[in-house]
């Protein structure tokens, strides 16, 4: 009896296993594909931002998400926008980049907000 749940759990090893090498290759693939359309890739990458930072203002707007976040995010995604200045090439000691690379945590929520948003 303790063989078929142990042929289970090998198989769910095994399907993890190929699974995190399918992502990697995945990954890899993508990464070639970046490599060798870098124009595109940054063309792409630009319009991607300026249509999350779009999508912020009318989140901000119709759906009164809150200010401080929106703009939060907007600036954050501005940050990123500065990064892809020089696109192929990262200089690790840019302090866009290191600003980028910083986390940020919203600020903690008040009783009112919480109670707003549960209405």
């Not at 707007?61 to 703009?71: G, I, K, M, N, Q």
């Not at 696109?87 to 907000?113: A, E, G, N, T, Y």
């Amino acid at each position: 009896m303790w063989i078929l749940p142990l042929i289970g759990y090998l198989g769910i090893l095994v399907g993890f296993c190929f699974l995190t090498l399918a992502i990697a290759s995945g990954l890899y693939y993508l990464s070639e594909l970046v490599e060798e359309h870098t124009v595109l890739t940054k063309k792409l990458l630009s319009q991607l931002i300026y249509f999350v930072v779009g999508v912020l203002v009318l989140l901000a707007l119709v759906d009164r998400l809150p200010l401080f976040l929106s703009l939060l995010s907007i600036g954050s995604h501005a940050v990123y926008a500065g990064n892809l200045r020089r696109f192929p090439f990262v200089r690790l000691s840019d302090p866009l980049f290191i600003i980028s690379c910083r986390k940020r945590r919203p600020p903690p929520l008040r009783q009112s907000d919480a109670i707003q948003q549960q209405e």
